[in-house]
């Protein structure tokens, strides 16, 4: 008796070798997203929208002022050890004008070792730091020879942000905390300074 050999029926089509090659690319696929964005979710927890990592405290020696780009400001590392960190805006252009174009940031200016850093209403020290300072990068440059300098209005600050020389008063701050040898600045909430007169 012969009997006729029943064709098989077709595979599923999730067991079809193309099709399961294609479900192992797609679930890694599913993988690979989702860590990335467990990843990204729990690094929001360390550093926050607006919390700019400056870098390690180490990096920065104590009486240096260095430009942080990322942030727009100048982490000041005093010689007690403590930071503060300098909006790169006039406060005075701030508030009158509102946000100031690139050309009037704040610059700070280093000094060689033979001129004196300028000093409040003194002619003689303000002009002589003008023409021998140069603009310092991004690079730390020491705090205690140099000065900050507004360059449409020419209104001058000393490393501590303090008046110089101006209609502003001193510069508007950051809050900085240092988190495990991590120098951390809060950018979302700028601490206006007062305004002279």
Do not use: K
């Not at 050890?81 to 100031?100: T, Y």
């Amino acid at each position: 008796m012969h009997t006729e050999a029943r064709p098989r029926p077709p595979l599923p089509r999730l067991l079809r070798p193309g099709a399961r090659f294609a479900l192992l690319v797609g679930l890694a696929a599913v993988v690979v997203v989702t860590a990335i964005s467990g990843y990204t979710f729990l690094a929001s927890f360390s550093t926050p929208e607006g919390q700019v990592r400056a870098g390690r405290a180490a990096a920065f020696p104590p009486d240096t002022v260095s430009y942080v780009p990322e942030g727009h400001f100048y982490l000041v590392h005093l010689e007690s050890g403590r930071f503060i960190a300098l909006f790169e805006r006039s406060p005075w252009l701030q508030r009158v004008h509102g946000p100031a174009p690139d050309a009037c940031r704040i610059r700070w200016y280093a000094l060689p070792a033979a001129v004196a850093p300028p000093t409040p209403l003194d002619g003689n020290t303000m002009a002589a730091a003008i023409a021998a300072g140069t603009p310092a990068g991004t690079t730390p440059a020491a705090a205690g020879h140099g000065f900050f300098r507004e360059n449409c209005s020419g209104w001058m600050f000393d490393a501590r942000g303090g008046w110089i020389f101006g209609g502003s008063g001193p510069l508007d701050r950051y809050r900085v905390r240092v988190v495990d040898g991590e120098v951390i600045v809060d950018t979302t909430h700028l601490i206006h300074a007062t305004l002279r007169g």
